[in-house]
């Protein structure tokens, strides 16, 4: 079974910059679109950044033009650029698919943005 290893979370201020990557142990993300998700404390999860079918990518209003997803298929990782981080981007990060197909969510990693 397909397991996804978030890391590169951590602490920093506001204005500061984090790279976040998703290890899958499979070669998934030419069967599957996928996307970074987070969950801030006592909320919903939402999808912040996707790849399309056709290849492009997508953000939520919320973080257009401070993310930006990429992958490298030889390492099977998918990767979050963060850069402007405010303290609502607080939240726990997971990687996961798209649509009906959902792995078993890993889990995660912790982004906390202090003012």
């Known amino acids: 079974q397909v397991q996804l290893v978030e890391s590169g979370g951590g602490s920093v201020q506001a204005g500061g910059s984090l790279r976040l990557s998703c290890a899958a142990s499979?070669?998934?993300?030419?069967?599957?679109?996928m996307g970074w998700y987070r969950q801030p404390p006592g909320k919903q999860r939402e999808l912040v950044a996707q790849?399309?079918?056709?290849?492009?990518?997508k953000y939520a209003d919320s973080v257009k033009g401070r993310f930006t997803i990429s992958r490298d298929n030889a390492k099977n990782t998918l990767y979050l650029q963060m850069n402007s981080l405010k303290p609502e981007d607080t939240a726990v990060y997971h990687c996961?698919?798209?649509?009906?197909?959902?792995?078993?969510w890993g889990q995660g990693t912790q982004v906390t943005v202090s003012s």
């Open positions: 499979g070669s998934i993300f030419w069967a599957y679109v």
């Open positions: 996961n698919s798209l649509g009906a197909v959902t792995f078993p």
């Open positions: 790849f399309t079918r056709s290849g492009g990518t």
